[in-house]
């Protein structure tokens, strides 16, 4: 290792305060989602109140109606996010331990089991408010990067889900026994920051894109296309950065280095990058759809 950057000095509580003997603290991975939410709220406002933007000049829904769809929204994240993490990435320990599966606070979320989540409840949602299911889907496209880009800042600063060894001149000696077990390294090990790797591709860069087109070129008339977008960005973005992001650790063998979920004579794919790609093709064919 050449360089590296020394992880800063951070904590994961924004405060903390005892009360009757017990501590609370706010973390900023809790401050990430709430603030994440609610700018995207405030996105799918601003969109609904410029019916121009949609489809036959008419908004889909109310801004009223957005309000009820924020609470639908969070408890997809949350019961999505989790269940995912628990079914996708450690089935076997939260079966042997199911009391712990509700414990959110002692970390473990899914963004693909939270996207499935807010998928199952937006539908019911619409079919309960007789509103159109891709005007819905194109709003909340629009509206998920910024909770992305917080959200991966904050693992950055739980400094959580760190990347691969590097000796990179950015690479970052992220704290805890874990993250310094870097087989064949002495010394200090230096990881890929994948945290602000995601931060800026699934966040700021797809972010950007999908209001620029939302609200300057009509995005929102082909109905479907900012869903598109963002299905195959997030899935591009999020299988690029799998190849230096360090896997779960319940994926690392001594076979399997890589941390593979699935493999075919020594090639596969990691559970992200699997996941992944369904986002990729379905993202694409409602790409074409849109435009065609």
């Known amino acids: 290792m050449l360089a590296a950057i020394p992880f800063p000095n951070l904590s994961p509580n924004i405060f903390s305060i005892s009360l009757f003997g017990m501590e609370f603290a706010l973390r900023w991975y809790a401050m990430a989602y709430i603030v994440g939410i609610v700018i995207g709220w ?26 009820d769809l924020l609470t639908w929204i969070v408890v997809g994240v949350i019961l999505g996010g989790r269940l995912g993490y628990v079914f996708f990435y450690q089935p076997a320990y939260y079966l042997q331990n199911p009391l712990e599966i509700p414990a959110i606070w002692t970390g473990g979320m899914s963004f693909h089991g939270g996207f499935l989540g807010v998928v199952l409840l937006a539908y019911i949602w619409t079919r309960r408010n007789k509103v159109a299911l891709w005007p819905l889907a194109d709003s909340l496209a629009i509206a998920v990067p910024p909770a992305l880009l917080l959200g991966r800042v904050s693992n950055f600063i739980n400094a959580e889900l760190w990347g691969r060894p590097t000796d990179a001149p950015w690479g970052v000696i992220f704290p805890g026994e874990a993250a310094q077990a870097c087989q064949g390294i002495i010394g ?17 860069i797809l972010g950007a894109v999908l209001l620029y087109f939302a609200f300057r ?76």
């Open 188 to 204: 200090a090990c230096a990881r890929h920051p994948s945290q602000l790797y995601e931060a800026a591709l699934e966040g700021l």
């Open 217 to 292: 070129r009509g995005l929102l008339k082909r109905q479907g296309a900012a869903t598109g977008i963002f299905l195959a960005g997030y899935g591009m973005a999020r299988f690029a950065v799998e190849f230096v992001r360090q896997p779960d650790a319940q994926f690392v063998t001594l076979n399997n280095p890589l941390g593979l979920a699935w493999q075919v004579n020594g090639y596969g794919l990691t559970m992200g990058q699997f996941l992944s790609l369904p986002m990729i093709f379905v993202g694409l064919f409602l790409i074409r759809r849109a435009f065609r």
């Open 42 to 67: 405030r996105i799918i406002v601003a969109a609904l109140r410029r019916p121009a933007l949609w489809s036959k000049d008419t908004s889909p829904f109310s801004p009223e109606q957005a309000e």
